[in-house]
């Protein structure tokens, strides 16, 4: 039998043959297993005599040879690397061949010489001092070669970084439209053309004013008094004085450590960045912004020339509050109109106030603002921009200010629109609740921010409406009447309007119903009108009558929370939550015939102050309550002429003549919580309150607190599209006027919903059709001229406090309200008086802006059908006298006529 065993000595490979025992006592191995020898391990291989090895591995006849394997020590190759072996047949010759390697230590030979230090070729130790000097040499050389590595790596990265945040620097410092993008521009389309046009822009007209950098030339000395104290090196550096910026970032490490090399933080900020930070905002006080200041620093000034960079720096800088410029700050400050005027005194002055505009405002601390302007002098002195005698001059003059204006002026003239107003409110409004920003934020970005606002609003139909309600003619009557008014809340009486004044000179005063002192003064009706289209664009608007003379006044158009106000709506509440359901969900019909009386009992109003306990608290007519002490009560609801008589009234009549009674009864059909949930939840009427959920309210518009005249128009829209409510909107898309970035998408908030069905609409539109026929409390000379369509609906308070009126065409849906700021029973003032002025306002208004468009009708539904029905019991006509045509679908038509068989 063979054996081989391949052993691996400092890196060989080592095979040996060797006969095995026999009748001779030899033993033959053969190359068949290898075995490897552990490290360190020693083994004895005996060898018979006369047998050889080739090459300098011969062993000496009969003798072992000792051999030792340490791969750890002498990274010797793994078994079957490195060498090969070969072994002859039987008794035949063993040849050993291995890699040419280091030989093996001989025996005896010091462990020094093998695997410890090397000698140097002359066989003498180096140094100590010189190998560690070259040792150090390689560290510093690796040392320098990871530099080198790194530094490229954030070179790159750097690169890469300085790329990113300066991608859209031409259009985001764009120094050609910089004037532009300080204002923000209101847009609405051409009402012919269809093309955008702008109709208002915003911005702080007292605070800023653009000048070229030729008129601010004309006087020598204010360019300089900005450069020498900001940036002496302007005309020299590329954007950035790198010089400074080191000097400050040391003194910045220095003084977080404790030991400031400087009194104070220095500056290095040159013109370029501080105008850099005066576009975008961007002032944090971190090393990122500073990173990103000088990026753009340094593009700045490769993409523009020195003058056009410092002409926008004087045009934007902060001279405190909301002065901006130098031009601002001359006429602000000194009084001065024309720039040639200063003197130095005075450049030197404005120049002084960017530092701090806080602390060296010259009004608040003179003193301070002193020493900085005298200081700005002398440097102006020293770097040969004033004379000897300019300066001793300059300095030695005394600070004379123009008289301070007030911080909150009230303006005595319009500059925007009724509409405009509603839009910055709403704007104002959305900026904080969905982008987070502050109240002072928001008015800085729709102020300043270069917005433009894409409006839904019709100029020429805006134009139309405020030549109306300017009501030159008084046609809607001002019904003069005193109102009261705390003393406590007028400081002084002299400044309060239409203040009523004794014969004697003196004011009148009195005493309200809670014994509380009071002053009277003369109060006169006002109005809101607010026109939409049926895809919820709101499209004019006027807030008030006469002449506009305040911007953000009180809007009667809108809600509370954008400037406006919230009242209670009358009958026109009674189609869009108790018919509109009714019909939808089948209850009632087109001429469904109720009775004409009330549906319980109410406390009669002169007595309730005898009967807190019941207060205007509906009860059912047979209540104990009732039962208990009938004379106290009357009917509930009653009509606007009276009582009802009981006599079977349908509901086409009902809407066209606006009776309480069949209204409340079909109200009662569908539930009041129904009606409550669809007005709040469907029809966007986000005012109501719990107290609400009654049918006073949900039928007669006897709100608790009251609804906006936008959410009353824009209910009214899903009678004339076919029964789908859109959100009402005054605007669609804010974005940045320089870059196009869409700050704010207004249609994502636009909501449509089907609120009822379109034949729902269809038989209710025509049932408010009526309201302008003969019968109805609008009447046919209501009616817009033309043979345009017209549907329409009145209503008037309970206690006539508040008239409104909703009309619509196939074109637009208008909402109208008339009453006085204070309610107040206007038939006190006008015994009789109606709703007929704010109707007749409705119907100029369309004569004038229907007149040249093509004539359509509103949307119709297949599902509804026509068919003649008994005026008297609302019934399909048999042979019946009086007829009429009734609107219905086919799974709600109603019996034949059993009175007239």
């Known amino acids: 039998m063979w054996y081989n065993t391949n052993m691996a000595v400092r890196g060989r490979l080592f095979s040996f043959a060797q006969k095995g025992p026999d009748d001779t006592g030899t033993i033959d191995l053969s190359a068949k297993e290898a075995v490897p020898i552990e490290s360190n391990e020693h083994r004895n291989i005996r060898r018979p005599d006369g047998a050889g090895t080739s090459g300098a591995h011969s062993a000496g006849g009969g003798q072992g040879r000792k051999l030792n394997r340490s791969d750890a020590a002498h990274g010797g190759a793994a078994p079957g690397r490195g060498a090969s072996a070969r072994t002859g047949g039987k008794n035949g010759p063993s040849r050993i061949s291995s890699s040419p390697r280091r030989a093996t230590r001989p025996a005896g030979q010091p462990a020094g010489e093998e695997g410890g230090e090397r000698r140097p070729r002359n066989g003498k ?238 009004y608040t601390n003179p003193e301070q603002h002193l020493q900085r302007r005298n200081w700005i002098l002398q440097l102006m002195h020293e770097q040969g921009k004033l004379t000897d005698s300019e300066y001793n001059e300059a300095v030695s003059s005394p600070l004379v200010l123009a008289e301070e204006k007030e911080a909150d002026v009230i303006t005595t003239s319009s500059n ?27 008015h800085n970005l729709i102020y300043n921010g270069g917005l433009r606002i894409y409006t839904t609003m019709d100029p020429y139909i805006q134009e139309e409406m405020e030549k109306i309600m300017l009501n030159a003619d008084d046609a809607i009557p001002a019904l003069w009447h005193e109102e ?75 809600a509370p929370e954008y400037g406006g106000t919230q009242r209670s709506v009358g009958s026109t509440m009674k189609p869009l939550a108790a018919y509109s359901l009714g019909i939808d969900s089948g209850l009632i019909h087109y001429s469904s015939a109720l009775p004409d009386l009330g549906v319980g009992k109410i406390v009669k109003t002169m007595l309730r102050p005898s009967y807190p306990q019941y207060g205007a608290q509906m009860y059912e007519n047979d209540a104990p309550e009732v039962l208990a002490n009938p004379d106290i009560w009357q009917d509930w609801p009653t009509n606007y ?23 409340v009864r079909v109200g009662q059909r569908v539930g009041k919580d129904y009606m409550y949930s669809f007005a709040r939840d469907t029809l966007g009427m986000t005012h109501l309150t719990e107290a609400d959920a009654d049918y006073a309210p949900m039928v007669l518009g006897s709100f608790s607190k009251g609804i906006s005249l936008m959410e009353l128009t824009g209910a009214y829209q899903m009678f004339g599209n076919g029964g789908e409510y859109v959100t009402p909107h005054l605007y669609t898309i804010v974005e940045n006027a320089v870059t196009g970035e869409v700050i704010l998408d207004n249609t994502v908030n636009v909501v449509h919903t089907q609120a009822i069905k379109p034949s729902t609409a269809m038989i209710m539109n025509r049932l408010l059709q009526g309201v302008l026929g003969p019968n109805g409390t609008a009447g046919t000379t209501i009616m817009p001229a033309g043979e345009m369509e017209a549907a329409a609906k009145t209503g008037t308070t309970t206690d006539n406090h508040d008239f409104t009126f909703v009309g619509l065409t196939p074109y637009y849906v208008t909402g109208v309200w008339w009453g006085y700021d204070q309610p107040y029973d206007i038939t006190k003032v006008k015994k009789g008086q109606n709703a007929k002025p704010i109707q007749k306002a409705w119907k100029q208004l369309m004569d004038t802006i229907q007149a040249d468009l093509e004539v359509k009708a509103f949307p119709v539904s297949e599902d509804v059908q026509t068919a003649r029905y008994c005026v008297d019991t609302g019934e399909l006509a048999v042979n019946c006298p009086n007829t009429a045509v009734g609107y219905y679908t086919a799974d709600n038509m109603p019996g034949y006529c059993t009175l007239h068989p």
């Open 416 to 442: 925007n629109s009724y509409f405009a107003d509603a839009v910055y409110k709403m704007l104002l409004q959305q900026l904080q609740d969905e982008l987070g920003y502050t109240a002072a934020e928001a």
């Open 484 to 558: 009261e008014v705390l003393q406590s809340q007028v400081p002084d009486p002299a400044e309060l309007e239409n203040i009523v004044v004794n014969d004697d000179g003196t004011y009148k005063t009195g005493t309200n119903d809670d014994g509380e002192p009071v002053y009277y003064y003369n109060a006169r009706t006002q109005s809101a009108m607010l026109t939409m289209d049926y895809s919820g664009q709101v499209l004019a608007l006027v807030g008030g009558l006469g002449e506009k003379t305040t911007d953000l006044g009180l809007n009667r158009a809108v």
């Open 641 to 663: 002429e009276g009582p009802g008589d009981g006599a079977l009234v349908t509901v086409n009549t009902a809407i066209a003549r606006s009776k309480n009674t069949i209204a």
């Open 125 to 362: 130790k180096q140094p100590r001092a010189l190998r560690i000097f070259k040792g150090f040499m390689k560290f510093i050389a690796a040392c320098i070669c990871l530099g080198v590595m790194v530094g490229s790596v954030l070179a790159v990265l750097l690169s890469l970084y300085a790329v990113e945040i300066t991608a859209n620097d031409a259009e985001l410092l764009d120094l050609n439209n910089l004037e532009l993008a300080q204002t923000s521009q209101l847009l609405a389309r051409d009402h012919d053309t269809g093309e955008w046009v702008v109709t208002e822009e915003w911005h702080d007209s007292n605070d800023r004013e653009w000048v070229d950098l030729q008129e601010i030339e004309t006087n020598p000395y204010l360019k300089w008094a900005f450069i020498c104290v900001e940036d002496k090196d302007f005309y020299e550096h590329s954007g950035v004085n790198f010089k400074r910026t080191i000097a400050a970032t040391i003194n910045y490490v220095a003084t977080k450590l404790g030991f400031p090399i400087y009194d104070s933080m220095q500056g290095a900020s040159t013109l370029d960045q501080q105008l850099i930070k005066n576009i975008l905002g961007d002032d944090d006080v971190s090393v990122d912004r500073k990173l990103r200041e000088i990026f753009r620093a340094l593009g700045l000034d490769k993409r523009y020339d020195k003058d056009t960079i410092l002409e926008a720096y004087l045009n934007t800088v902060s001279l405190s509050g909301s002065i901006a410029g130098v031009k601002a700050g001359a006429s602000n400050y000194f009084n001065v109109e024309n720039l040639a005027d200063l003197s130095p005194a005075e450049c030197a002055s404005i120049a002084a106030i960017t530092k701090n505009p806080t602390g060296y405002n010259p």
